[in-house]
């Protein structure tokens, strides 16, 4: 009786065991190669954008010396009396000229910066969901894999110890089978017996 008892919980184990998902062990490594790539690939597009704002600075910057500049002072000397020798008064007007071109140099760069921050915030902020969303999946991959691993090696006890091969599928459905039949006897003896009482 004791041996039919421990090969009946054996067997129950051994299901429950087996019904649980059965996931690859290469999947685990596999996720953890993925979180690597995206974090290389967000560090990449950090750079891009970084890259994008320098030469959108650039950009800025030739505008600024070959335009703005141009037509500033173009626009300053038509104001400049002419009796003034502006060859003597150069370091007065670049004293006045170079505030008003800073000025506009750095509002622009400011700008610039703003969206840069604007949409780094915004990317690492999405990187951060992804990596709490993927460390948790990598978690339940990992325990998963432990499970059917430990799984794995439960049923190869199992077979060490009773010398036979189990087939824990076969088993389940037998039991669901029986666990059915169990099932609609019982509901119809509840039957018989609420008929039994309405009597």
Request: with cysteine.
């Amino acid at each position: 009786m004791k041996l039919i008892v421990k090969s009946f919980i054996v067997i129950i184990i051994g299901i429950i065991i087996s019904s649980c998902a059965s996931i690859p062990a290469s999947t685990a490594t596999l996720s953890e190669e993925v979180i690597s790539e995206a974090a290389e690939m967000h560090k990449l597009n950090i750079a891009l954008i970084n890259q994008l704002f320098d030469e959108r600075k650039d950009k800025v910057n030739d505008f600024i010396n070959n335009q703005y500049i141009p037509t500033f002072v173009k626009n300053f000397e038509a104001k400049i009396p002419p009796n003034v020798d502006v060859k003597a008064e150069l370091p007065n007007i670049l004293k006045s000229v170079m505030p008003v071109i800073s000025r506009k140099r750095d509002s622009l760069h400011t700008l610039l910066d703003n969206q840069r921050n604007q949409i780094l915030t915004s990317l690492n902020d999405s990187y951060s969901n992804y990596q709490r969303a993927s460390g948790t999946l990598q978690n339940l991959i990992t325990s998963a894999v432990k499970l059917k691993q430990s799984e794995a090696n439960t049923l190869a006890q199992i077979e060490s110890l009773t010398k036979t091969n189990l087939n824990v599928n076969k088993i389940e459905n037998h039991l669901d089978s029986l666990l059915i039949k169990t099932g609609n006897g019982f509901d119809k003896l509840l039957n018989v017996a609420s008929e039994l009482k309405g009597n």
